[in-house]
């Protein structure tokens, strides 16, 4: 058992010192990440103009809401995991794994989890500076069952996340270009994932569309422990919705592993 976990260890080592070496990339691109975020402030103080509160929440609830999910980006969004799974797959680097007593797929999350700890700690630097002009708009509700619910949520959309990504690389067995494949769910993600905006703000008009988000894996990507931390879920809803993340956990999970056992059988033909 130690040596199993000894070798995704390893790889989650490499995997940091080689993000490392890319930390100016991640560091410029969190700076930048605060001129989005200025975007969002004039957007939706724009759009609070004479209104109190949208769909029950107040503007600083719904700046909180940016500034955690903006960070939430940082720490847990897939980036360029499903590229770089199906270069592995095209330059047939992906042989390696088959001859030694590793799985690529816990291989390659041990590397997302690297290059997210890396992505999210330096966004946190930008955003310490800027606290001073965004202290006055952070409102984060104070009950301790949000920190022992949102944490695992957190877990468990990073997980999503990666299998995500991890399944479109896959698709590489089958297609020489997966690009349309990825813009395709990056675009119904940024929708149905909450970060063009707050999912509930649907409940007035479009509640159907809400209510159907709620069985998909895209809601439990960005937007459910946002939700969480950011006070727009109820104890009770928080519980619901972490069952059917699990269950979308565990769903994509065993489709992974049925693609990779597909594509195993057709990229050993091919290359035979």
Known sequence: MMTSLAKYRHAFLVGLQSNIVYRWNFGIRALFSLFHLAFVFILWGAAYSGQTDIAGFDLNQTLTYFIVILMMQFFIGAQNEDYQISEDIRNGLINQFLLK?????LYRFSIFVAARMVSGLLALIPLIIALPLLKDHIVLPDELWRLALGLPAMFMAAIIQFTIAYIFGLLTFWFLEIQSFIILSLAIETVLGGQLFPLDLMRDRMNWLFNLSQYLPFYYQMYFPTAIFTGRLDQASTLTGLA?????????????????????RRHTAVGG
């Open 101 to 105: 007593p590793i799985n690529y797929y």
């Open 244 to 264: 059917l993340q699990t269950f979308w956990v565990l769903a994509l999970l065993a489709f992974a592993q049925f693609l990779w056992t597909r594509g195993l």
